[in-house]
Nanobody
């Protein structure tokens, strides 16, 4: 069974940066596509970024393109989301996800989810 543990969330001022981490265990990390999603209370979970199992393909939501970067370290079984130029509208609980289906920009592609980490951006 895959287990995912996010870390790195917190409170930051607008314009600041945070790096989220997602530690993967239980299966072969390099066999899984990985994604980041976020959810604000009362809203649907939305796609943020994803990376294919090989690392060759990356995808971003338009709202974060140019500001966020997804990357993975297969040697450490860890995925990251570098978030720069943060805005108040980026405030949400961020979830990492692992799966083997496509397309990797939608939540149904993922079988396994972390518990989430809160990101709060103050104006």
């Amino acid at each position: 069974q895959v287990q995912l543990v996010e870390s790195g969330g917190g409170l930051v001022q607008a314009g600041g940066s945070l790096r989220l981490s997602c530690a993967f265990s239980g299966r072969t990390f390099s066999s899984y596509h990985m994604g980041w999603f976020r959810q604000d209370p009362g809203k649907e979970r939305e796609f943020v970024a994803a990376m294919s199992s090989s690392g060759a393909m990356t995808y971003y939501a338009d709202s974060v393109k140019g500001r966020f970067t997804i990357f993975r370290d297969n040697a450490k079984n860890t995925m990251y989301l570098q978030m720069n130029s943060l805005k108040p509208e980026d405030t949400a609980v961020y979830y990492c996800a692992a799966g083997r289906r496509v397309p990797i920009t939608i939540a149904t592609a993922y079988n396994f989810w972390g518990q989430g980490t809160q990101v709060t951006v103050s104006s």
